[in-house]
């Protein structure tokens, strides 16, 4: 069988365009978009892991923060409770405190109560006490028993003082009325005379005199001349042990003060018992008064 090379030549020729159109027109594309979607899947690999990566950042980043957020929440609420608990206790003793200072100033109300009360009794019983005395001593003076206190008036004016006496010569020399003699009946003529004669004997000078009866002396006679008096009553005795009793009474109250403002400090521990001062038994007998008015 006879080669036909032309037509051979012709077939190789054909075929190696078509391999060359294959390769241009089919292949290369195919190629191009083969290596275009592996470029496009590589990239997209690239950016899943780049996301993945920025999810596990992220991820880690927000339970970073859930874990802060839990570590403040339970500081807060630890700080809450103690606040709580202290606000708590605050008020609690606010309220102690205000419901001891409402018994202590209840307490305080009734003592002062109590003790206004007792005053209040007392103070009555004395003024009835000496009111009596006095009613009594008036009732039971008698004329000749005022008499008597001339005598009494005498001696004193004789038993004075060199001082006393000085001051009472200057008071009758500088004044301009008479000395008043006061008593509560009046003095008979006899017992004027002799009060008379004791004045200026005493004073070595005529002395005025006017006498004048007084209701209100009980059992007493006074001397009175420019603002001095030379007296004697048993109103001065009552008035004397009156005085007494008042200052019993009142360092009475004094010591119960002090023994209270005691215990209330031995209570608090802040400070220990003192001894108490003794209180005077009775009061002293007054003397005969010469004064100023």
Same mark, same amino acid.
């Given at each position: ?5 032309? =037509?051979v030549? #012709?077939q190789?020729i054909?075929?190696?365009? @078509?391999?060359?159109? &294959?390769? %241009?027109? !089919? ?5 191009d978009?083969?290596?275009?979607r ?17 999810a596990k ?10 874990e802060?957020f839990?570590?403040q ?10 606040v ?6 605050h008020?609690?003793?606010e ?16 003592r002062?109560?109590a ?19 006095r009613?009594a001593l =008036?009732?039971? #003076?008698?004329?000749?028993?005022e008499?008597? @206190?001339?005598?009494? &008036?005498? %001696?004193? !004016?004789?038993?004075m003082?060199?001082?006393t ?8 020399k ?18 004027r005379?002799v009060?008379?004669n ?17 209701p ?55 400070a220990k ?13 007054p003397e ?5 008015q």
């Amino acid at each position: 069988m006879l080669i036909d090379w032309f =037509t051979v030549g #012709a077939q190789a020729i054909n075929f190696i365009i @078509l391999v060359w159109l &294959l390769k %241009r027109f !089919l292949y290369k594309p195919i190629l191009d978009a083969v290596d275009a979607r592996e470029k496009r899947i590589t990239t997209e690999l690239a950016d899943a892991d780049a996301k993945r990566a920025e999810a596990k950042k992220e991820r880690d980043e927000f339970q970073h923060k859930n874990e802060e957020f839990d570590r403040q929440r339970a500081e807060l609420l630890s700080k809450a409770r103690d606040v709580a608990k202290d606000e708590r206790q605050h008020l609690l003793d606010e309220a102690r405190r205000a419901a001891d200072a409402l018994s202590a100033k209840r307490q305080e109300t009734l003592r002062s109560d109590a003790h206004a009360l007792s005053e209040a009794i007392s103070r009555r019983t004395r003024q009835e006490v000496f009111a009596i005395a006095r009613k009594a001593l =008036t009732d039971l #003076a008698t004329t000749s028993l005022e008499e008597r @206190l001339a005598e009494v &008036l005498t %001696r004193r !004016l004789r038993e004075m003082d060199g001082k006393t006496k000085a001051g009472l010569a200057e008071a009758l020399k500088s004044a301009s009325d008479p000395a008043l003699v006061r008593s509560a009946f009046d003095l008979p003529a006899g017992q004027r005379t002799v009060i008379q004669n004791a004045l200026n004997e005493t004073f070595s000078a005529n002395i005025r005199v006017r006498f004048e009866t007084a209701p209100d002396l009980i059992c007493g006679i006074e001397l009175a001349t420019n603002g001095q008096k030379v007296a004697w009553s048993i109103a001065d005795y009552l008035a004397s042990l009156e005085e007494g009793v008042e200052e019993l009474l009142k360092e009475k109250n004094n010591l119960e003060a002090r023994s209270e403002a005691k215990a209330e400090l031995q209570h608090e521990g802040k400070a220990k018992p003192e001894p108490e001062a003794e209180v005077a038994s009775k009061p002293e007998e007054p003397e005969t008064r010469t004064k100023s008015q």
